[in-house]
């Protein structure tokens, strides 16, 4: 069964109807259903993310501004060649992409569906994305698994924070509300490259970053009962020697503390209204 949904451009306002499984909408658990719209789907000229609620109600639409890189259209991912972020960006797409590295960060288990009859190439996928990420995180890091579409109805997601991705159609079911800035970035910061290895040092260097001052974050939260956002920020400012971070990356970072550590630590966070009302 299907159900079939009227896409609308949000550049050029060009509209498209396009059939979406039945299954997705019944096994969605977020409220939320992201469909990633590439290039040629619905206009030659734009691609975007359509996001639809359980009930198949198309509630708004974001932009994807970015170009790419196209492999020669020889260049296939396949047992025998290695994975680039080219050929993951092609066959996963960009938006793809974006949630596939969010969910390595942050550490939420991920499934990718797929018919029978493809290739399981979730061990290559794997040891590329893992490639990304500081080498003691990665026993402690869900891999993304690959899943045949009639095993999909058995999988327990009602209970888990998990990402669910239908390549073929596009679709992607995410258990985050934040919008994907910060991989958007470090993809867009790498693209500027052509040679595969400097892409692949940028993304590292960007992810080791954010995870630096993630784990000195920990490290201030760790020695106080309780601190300002500001506060916080300057004295991440001041003990790694560099600029301020927004209020916007500091969310980030504690999202990812909570993900990969403990809720402890970001509860210690206040800010300076919450304290204003508790003396109301």
């Known amino acids: 069964m299907t159900r079939e949904l009227e896409l609308i451009c949000p550049v050029c306002h060009t509209f498209k109807k ?46 994807i501004d970015m170009l790419m890189k196209i492999p020669p259209s020889g260049e296939e991912v396949n047992e025998q060649s ?44 794997n040891t590329f994305l893992d490639s990304y990420l500081p080498k003691k995180y990665l026993d402690f890091t869900y891999p993304i698994i690959f899943i045949d579409e009639s095993e999909y109805g058995k999988i327990k997601l009602r209970k888990r924070k998990v990402l669910l991705i239908d390549f073929y159609q596009n679709i992607f079911s995410t258990p985050w509300v934040e919008k994907l800035k910060f991989e958007e970035f470090i993809i867009r910061k790498a693209m500027e490259m052509i040679d595969h290895d400097e892409q692949l040092f940028i993304i590292k260097q960007e992810i080791m970053n954010f ?17 300002y956002k500001k506060d916080l920020i300057n004295t991440l400012s001041e003990n790694l020697s560099l600029p301020k971070i927004n209020i916007s990356r500091l969310n980030l970072i504690l999202t990812f503390l909570d993900q990969r550590y403990s809720r402890k630590s970001s509860r210690k966070v206040r800010k300076k209204v919450e304290e204003f009302l508790n003396f109301l």
């Open 211 to 227: 995870i630096n001052e993630a784990e000195e974050i920990k490290n201030i939260l760790e020695g106080t009962q309780a601190i």
């Open 18 to 63: 396009i059939s979406v499984p039945d299954t997705i909408f019944n096994q969605s658990v977020y409220g939320t259903i992201k469909i990633q719209v590439p290039l040629g789907a619905v206009c030659p000229e734009h691609q975007f993310i359509a996001f639809v609620d359980t009930k198949g109600i198309v509630r708004g639409y974001e932009r």
């Open 82 to 125: 290695d994975f680039t972020l080219n050929r993951t960006i092609k066959k996963y797409g960009l938006y793809g992409v974006f949630c596939l590295i969010h969910a390595k960060i942050f550490n939420y288990p991920a499934y990718i569906l797929k018919k029978e009859w493809d290739l399981d190439d979730s061990k290559q996928l």
